[in-house]
């Protein structure tokens, strides 16, 4: 029990004051296991009902429960799939193939399924989600469509983006290749000679760059979120900030060089790492990436 004094002290104290007086002396007074309770006129410590210790600036705040949400505006980086078709079986068809260069990097992928460039009002996206989870991508959002595809989309739980300006997203098909100085860029060269692939530019958040056929040479960064795949080796002349998958078809000798590391993932042949196993050190710095006795290895090129 509290005295009287203290009690008339408390009494006159505001609800705020009371309590920063009770953070300051409950661990003081080695009471972490209690709280105080009763009414204006007698208080008494009695235990905590769920038997925590409190320690000081760690209890509860007046009138705020022990659990909660915070809510706060942010930008994740998201695989978006642009639907050049509407038939559920053709979509079927693209993605077994599409996805058979590396499985296990597409497993529970989150994906926005892009409807911009459909015509049709209607869409079978029930069953074109059952689709994309058949193949183990995750739906999570629609963008663009009309109001019908908006609804079918919130009654299957998922999200809805209005439709891009076209500003944002580039296709690779709309970039021209262009002749890099040898001197400045020698793998460029390599690359056209092969069959490879050259692009110019930044390549953003939910695009995908790829090279089926050869190496893939970017003049620019990869931002995260996005994506470049190869069938041989992948340059980087810039920040490696998304993933990066080489050697699709299985080519073991492929490799990923970049000029400043940052991937959330790297992959060689099927062999990756993501960005959590790879060694602190290295980021930022520029590397080269390739297989040794069938395990992922990165060094640096200064």
């Known amino acids: 029990?509290?005295?009287?004094?203290?009690?008339?002290?408390?009494?006159?104290?505001?609800?705020?004051?009371?309590?920063?007086?009770?953070?300051?002396?409950?661990?003081?007074?080695?009471?972490?296991?209690?709280?105080?309770?009763?009414?204006?006129?007698?208080?008494?410590?009695?235990?905590?009902?769920?038997?925590?210790?409190?320690?000081?600036?760690?209890?509860?705040?007046?009138?705020?429960?022990?659990?909660?949400?915070?809510?706060?505006?942010?930008?994740?980086?998201?695989?978006?799939?642009?639907?050049?078709?509407?038939?559920?079986?053709?979509?079927?068809?693209?993605?077994?193939?599409?996805?058979?260069?590396?499985?296990?990097?597409?497993?529970?992928?989150?994906?926005?399924?892009?409807?911009?460039?459909?015509?049709?009002?209607?869409?079978?996206?029930?069953?074109?989600?059952?689709?994309?989870?058949?193949?183990?991508?995750?739906?999570?959002?629609?963008?663009?469509?009309?109001?019908?595809?908006?609804?079918?989309?919130?009654?299957?739980?998922?999200?809805?983006?209005?439709?891009?300006?076209?500003?944002?997203?580039?296709?690779?098909?709309?970039?021209?290749?262009?002749?890099v100085p040898a001197a400045s860029t020698p793998e460029a060269a390599a690359s056209a000679a092969s069959g490879g692939r050259i692009y110019r530019g930044t390549v953003r958040s939910g695009q995908q760059v790829s090279a089926p056929d050869g190496d893939l040479v970017v003049i620019g960064a990869v931002n995260a979120g996005a994506e470049v795949l190869a069938a041989g080796s992948i340059h980087v002349y810039g920040a490696l900030r998304g993933r990066a998958l080489a050697g699709i078809h299985g080519d073991t000798d492929a490799g990923i060089f970049c000029r400043e590391l940052r991937a959330e993932l790297l992959s060689v042949a099927g062999n990756y790492k993501r960005l959590e196993d790879i060694d602190p050190h290295l980021l930022g710095s520029s590397v080269q990436v390739a297989l040794r006795d069938a395990q992922l290895g990165i060094t640096t090129l200064d």
């Open 1 to 179: 029990m509290l005295s009287k004094h203290a009690l008339r002290l408390w009494k006159s104290l505001s609800e705020q004051e009371r309590v920063g007086e009770w953070r300051q002396w409950q661990p003081r007074l080695g009471w972490p296991y209690h709280q105080l309770q009763g009414d204006g006129s007698r208080l008494a410590l009695v235990p905590r009902p769920d038997n925590t210790r409190v320690e000081s600036g760690n209890e509860p705040q007046s009138g705020q429960g022990r659990h909660g949400i915070h809510l706060q505006g942010g930008m994740l980086p998201m695989t978006v799939m642009e639907l050049a078709s509407a038939d559920p079986e053709q979509i079927r068809e693209q993605l077994s193939g599409k996805l058979s260069q590396s499985p296990a990097f597409f497993q529970h992928t989150p994906v926005v399924l892009s409807v911009e460039k459909l015509d049709e009002p209607h869409l079978a996206l029930e069953r074109i989600c059952a689709v994309c989870r058949t193949h183990k991508l995750l739906p999570v959002a629609v963008r663009g469509g009309a109001d019908p595809v908006k609804q079918s989309a919130w009654a299957l739980g998922l999200g809805w983006f209005p439709p891009t300006d076209g500003a944002r997203t580039r296709s690779l098909e709309e970039v021209p290749p262009v002749e």
